[in-house]
C-alpha cells in the first residue's frame, strides 16, 4: 500500500526537489551556474587540497583507523562548507544535526530539533552575509538574488539547507562505499594506483554499483502509461527504484559484476534523471575521482581492519552507507 499523497504545499520555501514546473525552474535556474563541470573544474585544488589534508591526518594518528570518520566523511563536509562559505570550524555541529535528519531511526522530536538548529545556524549566517559577504555561493545569491528582491531569505534559507546536507551525506557515503568495493576487489585498486587515468571509468561503474539512494522515488500516474509491459492506469502509484534501475539486466550485461570497464556504466541512475537530475553530480563526480585516486596513491598497502562482511552498514538512513570502515596499513 501506498501512503495517501499529502497535501500540496502552495509555499515550499526553496526545497525545489519537491517542486515543478516554472517553481521548480526558478530555483534550479538560480544554482545551474555554479554547478557546471567549468567551475568545478576551477575548485579541483581545493577539493585535491581537502583530500590529501584528510589522508596525512588519517595517516599521522596511525593504524587502525575509521575510513568513514577520518576521511569520507570530512572530505565532503569540507568542501560544501567552502562553496557555502560556512565556516569549517561548525562542521562537526552540521555534521551531527544532518545524519540525525538523514536517519530514519532518528524520532520526530530528535528530526525537528535537528531541523532547528540548523535552520538557526544558517539563517544567522545569511543575515551576516549581507553585511560581509565572501566569495562563496551564499553570498553571491544574497547579493545578485535577496537584496534585489527576487529570492526570500526563507528561501535562500531551504536551499542552503539542501545544499549542505545533501551535498555532505550522498558524498561520504559515496565515499566509504567505494572503498569497501575497492577493498573487497583489490585488483582494480592497484590498478587505480598503477593508472589514475582510470578513474573516470571507476567512478561511473561505482555510482551504478553502490548506488546509494535505496529508498525508491513515489511517482503518481498522470495518465495511463506502459513501462515495460505493464500498464500503469492514471491515478496510480508507482515507486522508481534506482538501484534496481542500476542493475537492469538488459542494460547492463551481467549486472552483478563490478567492472570498472565496463562501457555502459555511464547509463546508471544513480544521479536521477531528467528535470529533477541531481545539479551536484559535477562536484560529486570530482570528489569521488580524486578522492579514489589519492587513497590509492598514498596508502598501497590499504586493507580492510575486519572482514569486509562484518562492516556496519546504516541500512536506515535516507542514503545508504557505512557506520565505520576499520581500516589498517
Not at 541512475?269 to 545539479?279: D, E, K, N, P, Y
Request: proline fraction near 6%; charged fraction near 25%; glycine fraction near 8%.
Amino acid at each position: 500500500m501506498l501512503n495517501p499523497i499529502p497535501q500540496k504545499q502552495e509555499d515550499a520555501s526553496g526545497l525545489f526537489i519537491f517542486m515543478d514546473g516554472e517553481a521548480h525552474s526558478r530555483f534550479r535556474r538560480m544554482l545551474t551556474a555554479e554547478f557546471m563541470i567549468k567551475n568545478i573544474r576551477r575548485i579541483e585544488p581545493l577539493i585535491e587540497e581537502t583530500v590529501v589534508d584528510a589522508l596525512e591526518k588519517m595517516r599521522a594518528l596511525g593504524p587502525p583507523a575509521d575510513l568513514m570518520a577520518e576521511f569520507a566523511l570530512p572530505v565532503p563536509s569540507m568542501t560544501i562548507c567552502h562553496l557555502l562559505g560556512v565556516p569549517y570550524a561548525d562542521h562537526d555541529f552540521f555534521q551531527l544535526h544532518s545524519r540525525a535528519i538523514m536517519d530514519r531511526e532518528s524520532g520526530p522530536a530528535e528530526v525537528e530539533a535537528a531541523l532547528g538548529a540548523l535552520g538557526g545556524f544558517l539563517a544567522e549566517l545569511i543575515k551576516a552575509k549581507r553585511t560581509s559577504p565572501g566569495e562563496d555561493l551564499l553570498s553571491r545569491l544574497v547579493a545578485e538574488r535577496v537584496i534585489p528582491g527576487e529570492l526570500r531569505e526563507d528561501e535562500l534559507l531551504s536551499m542552503a539547507m539542501l545544499l549542505l546536507v545533501a551535498g555532505h551525506e550522498t558524498t561520504a557515503n559515496m565515499i566509504g562505499l567505494s572503498a569497501l568495493a575497492l577493498l573487497e576487489f583489490p585488483e582494480h585498486l592497484d590498478a587505480l594506483r598503477a593508472d589514475p587515468s582510470l578513474a573516470p571509468g571507476l567512478v561511473e561503474e561505482l555510482l551504478r554499483y553502490v548506488t546509494v539512494v535505496r529508498t525508491g522515488l513515489p511517482r503518481l500516474a498522470l495518465e495511463d502509461a506502459e513501462i515495460g509491459g505493464r500498464l500503469i492506469r492514471e491515478g496510480e502509484g508507482a515507486v522508481a527504484m534506482l538501484s534496481l534501475a542500476n542493475r537492469d539486466g538488459s542494460v547492463f550485461k551481467d549486472p552483478e559484476l563490478f567492472d570498472p570497464q565496463r562501457k555502459e556504466a555511464h547509463r546508471h541512475m544513480a544521479f536521477g534523471f531528467g528535470l529533477h537530475q541531481c545539479i551536484g553530480q559535477p562536484l560529486a563526480r570530482a570528489e569521488l575521482r580524486v578522492a579514489l585516486v589519492e587513497l590509492a596513491r598514498r596508502f598501497p598497502g590499504l586493507r580492510a581492519e575486519t572482514t569486509l562482511a562484518d562492516v556496519p552498514k546504516r541500512h536506515m538512513a535516507v542514503t545508504f552507507g557505512l557506520g565505520e570502515l576499520p581500516v589498517t596499513w
